[in-house]
């Protein structure tokens, strides 16, 4: 069994799988506010929330300046607008590249310099990086970039 006894920047439930390891995590939500208290609730006192909207110019600087030094950095934001391809809009594309591409990107520089030896960047794709999905053209690319 793995054992942490560190801290954690990670998003979703996977939280919870890091606190009963004894990790402190900390997570970002937007508009799940319900399942931002079930992670919460699930993680205790070894979890906190921090509310981002990923897509916004500044959030993951901001983000990462709120959460601090991490040891683990888990990114499974995700977002997309699930349209056939040919009635995808700049702005879908864009928003999904911002959330799960650029943030990403911007955690990882922001938080890597201050992780210590050992520590470990993850970031989670999805099915439709691996093949095509009907109207999941945005997602996909993202999830696969």
């Known amino acids: 069994m793995i054992k942490f006894k560190s801290r954690i920047f990670c998003n979703t439930s996977i ?40 897509s916004d110019d500044g959030a993951a ?8 030094q991490r040891d ?5 934001a995700a977002t997309g607008a699930l349209r056939d391809t040919l009635d995808l809009r ?25 992780m210590p030896s050992g520590g470990r960047i993850m970031a989670l794709t999805s099915a439709g990086a691996h093949g095509a999905l009907p109207q999941y053209a945005a997602v996909g690319a993202s999830k696969g970039a």
Do not use: Y
């Open 72 to 76: 683990i950095l888990v990114h499974s």
């Open 61 to 68: 600087e901001a983000v990462a300046a709120e959460v601090g």
């Open 15 to 54: 939280c919870r799988a890091f606190a009963e390891r004894g990790a402190h995590v900390a997570f970002t939500w937007f508009l799940d506010h319900e399942g931002c208290l079930r992670t919460l609730a699930a993680c205790g006192e070894q979890a906190e929330a921090v509310r981002a909207n990923l």
């Open 90 to 114: 700049p702005k879908h594309w864009q928003r999904t590249m911002d959330v799960n591409v650029r943030a990403f990107l911007v955690l990882v520089q922001k938080l890597a310099p201050g």
